[in-house]
């Protein structure tokens, strides 16, 4: 890890980050101001697309016709906004609902302080992490982004009263599903960019 950056005044709908671009030797600071901003609009066309997909798919199937579309919806959309930005793009949570979508140790550690920092009375729409990491391929920019549960259209498949209908198609499809229960304003989990750096 070579260094971390702290995003606390993220907006909500992840608002692009207007801070300036650093130079350093390397062009690590400018890389990772270029990578972040494509990290907060990738994000924002995931989390947009989502909504009107799941939303439609509520209003036509019904919510457990939903919990089925989500199952392709979610991923393709992923793909989509990830290779729009050069980047990959997923969802991952400490509760899951998919196993594919488990995190990995450097998900974990940020959805963990994500929890922290929400408990100790921190916005969770505002929570958001950022650092630039060695892989195997080199440095990567790693963003996380806080997924605040929502009254609509999460609550529908993720609070904690759920039609029977939907509790059953969560079993079917998921039978090891964790991802029920949340609160509006809880943090249902995270978005997660992965950014090469050139």
Do not use: W
């Not at 608002?15 to 990738?42: I, T, W, Y």
């Not at 509760?95 to 994500?114: C, G, M, T, Y």
């Not at 079917?172 to 960019?193: C, H, L, M, N």
């Amino acid at each position: 890890m070579l260094r971390t950056v702290s995003f606390a005044a993220l907006a909500a709908a992840c608002a692009v980050f207007a801070g300036p671009a650093h130079a350093q030797d390397s062009g690590g600071a400018a890389s990772a101001d270029a990578a972040k901003l494509e990290a907060v609009a990738a994000i924002g066309e995931l989390a947009g697309r989502l909504k009107e997909y799941l939303g439609a798919a509520i209003k036509e199937q019904g919510a457990a016709g939903a919990v089925a579309a989500c199952k392709q919806i979610a991923p393709e959309a992923a793909a989509s906004a990830g290779e729009a930005h050069t980047l990959t793009i997923r969802r991952t949570a400490l509760k899951l609902r998919n196993p594919a979508n488990a995190p990995d140790a450097f998900e974990a550690r940020v959805l963990a302080s994500f929890v922290e920092k929400a408990a100790a009375g921190a916005d969770v729409n505002t929570l958001a992490h950022g650092e630039i990491v060695d892989t195997e391929a080199g440095k990567a920019f790693r963003f996380m982004k806080a997924i605040p549960m929502a009254e609509q259209p999460c609550s529908a498949c993720h609070g904690g009263d759920l039609k029977p209908d939907v509790a059953a198609k969560i079993r079917e499809i998921y039978p090891q599903d964790q991802a029920t229960g949340f609160k509006p304003g809880e943090i249902r989990g995270a978005f997660s960019v992965t950014k090469p750096l050139i």
